[in-house]
């Protein structure tokens, strides 16, 4: 049995390796890694219906237990609420929703655009700049620091952290910088305990402190899985948006013209290109069965959100990028109780951030072919390592 995402190919273009398994059935067998077998969902209803079925346990402490580890992982980063299961997992999340309101995002909306503006008016008038670096990087980690009530000078380490989480295949550099990360935040905490703010991060304090007895490990791990969760993601979606565009000039030119319609484009540039290709680990606590494969029980099992966007059954002429498509419906962030509860902020910043991009540049087009951009290194997140694009400044941008 060989398995399709370890080829290389794989990770600048996987949309043809889902179909052909699609193809085949909407669950396939991998071998999986350390030899133990799991199964890959490519097709849109048995993903959906996978991340909606409590029989597939998130608690990779369940999973692992027992199992020799030499991995130092952070506890904090280890068990984190996306790591759990309810009852726990609905303890976490109805805290974090509480203080993660419509509202909060709102009010974030003006420094969101500040900061937009700032990254922009560093780039040059005119000719090649990386928009990854330059941009889709730094600015969901500015802003989730905001949000959480991190220091400004504390900002590019957390972002240099935060990074190296991500650093596929690099396990004692992931471990370091998880116990770099825990440790901050559990410093910053007990800072916040003593002069309190308004940040996101003190109104879970607060929650701690009050009725709702969160305790301190769940509290670091919280500020953690917000930390992470809101900055690599929006990075790569941020990218896999502008490419998307860059690739179609038709609709490129259409937002730039109307850039009102934005909002309304979003849907369908994350359904295109899904920055979260396979959502995170599952595995059967019991045996289930699946678009008609039987799984048996302890078995992991990984949905790609990528290759059900993707399927023909749910979105006809799925390749095409169509931005009069009803693409509500995408599973980009997720399915269930564990759905991405940063949408409506990662939503805000990429609403932001393409709406300044396009009315300050005119003409942006790819520096290079898209045949030798690089890709991240991750078969989880997906999304461009850099992005050089050409653009001209508009007069009217000055
Ligand atoms: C476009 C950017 C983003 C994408 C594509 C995305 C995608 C996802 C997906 C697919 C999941 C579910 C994973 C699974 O079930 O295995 C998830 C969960 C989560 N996301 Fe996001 N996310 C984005 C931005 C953000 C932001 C900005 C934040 C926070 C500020 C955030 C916080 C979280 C948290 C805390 C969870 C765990 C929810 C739970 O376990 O109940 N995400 N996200």
């Known amino acids: 049995m060989t398995d399709p995402t370890q080829d290389p190919r794989f990770l600048q273009d996987p949309y043809p390796a889902y179909a052909a398994m699609r193809s085949i059935s909407p669950v396939t067998p991998l071998p999986g890694s350390g030899g133990r077998p799991g199964h890959l969902v490519t097709g849109y209803a048995e993903a959906r219906e996978a991340l909606g079925d409590a029989r597939l346990s998130k608690d ?51 420094f969101i655009a500040r900061v937009t503006d700032e990254l922009l008016d ?52 992931i471990d370091t910088a998880s116990h770099a990360m825990a440790d901050y935040m559990t410093g ?13 991060l003190d109104r879970l304090i607060a929650a701690r402190d009050g009725d ?13 899985l ?82 059900a ?21 995408h599973l980009a962030f997720g399915h269930g109780v564990h759905r991405c509860v940063g949408a409506p902020l990662a939503k805000a910043e990429m609403e932001i951030a393409l709406r300044a991009l396009l009315t300050r540049y005119a003409g942006i087009r790819l520096a290079i072919p898209a045949d030798r951009l690089e890709w991240r290194h991750t078969r989880l997140v997906r999304g461009p390592a850099s992005l050089p694009v050409l653009a001209q400044r508009t007069a009217e941008a000055g």
């Open 60 to 110: 990779t402490a369940v999973f692992f237990a027992g199992q020799e580890s030499r991995r130092r992982l952070h506890p904090a980063v280890a068990h984190t609420m996306l790591a759990s299961d309810p009852p726990q997992h609905t303890r976490l999340r109805k805290l974090v929703t509480k203080a993660f309101t419509t509202g909060a995002v709102a009010r974030l909306r003006p």
């Open 122 to 173: 560093q780039w040059p008038a005119g000719g090649t700049f990386d928009f990854v670096s330059g941009l889709a990087v730094p600015l969901p980690v500015i802003v989730i620091c905001e949000l959480l009530g991190v220091p400004e000078a504390d900002r590019p380490e957390i972002q240099r952290w935060s990074a190296r989480l991500f650093a596929a295949g690099e396990p004692g550099v």
């Open 188 to 200: 910053l905490i007990a800072t916040k305990g003593r002069n309190p703010g308004g940040s996101l």
């Open 212 to 224: 709702d007895q969160l305790s301190e490990a769940e509290l670091v791990s919280l500020a953690v």
């Open 226 to 307: 917000l930390l992470v969760a809101g900055h690599e993601t929006t990075t790569n979606a941020l990218g896999n948006a502008l490419l998307a565009l860059l690739q179609h000039p038709a609709a490129l030119d259409r937002l730039r013209a109307e850039p009102d319609d934005v909002p309304a484009a979003l849907d369908e540039l994350l359904r295109f290109d899904s920055a979260v290709s396979t959502a995170t680990f599952r595995f059967t606590k019991e045996a289930v069965t699946l678009g008609g494969t039987g799984i048996p029980a302890g078995v992991p099992v990984v949905v790609a959100l990528g290759a």
């Open 309 to 329: 966007n993707r399927d023909p059954a749910r979105f006809p002429a799925p390749d095409q990028l169509d931005l009069d498509r009803n693409a509500a419906a």
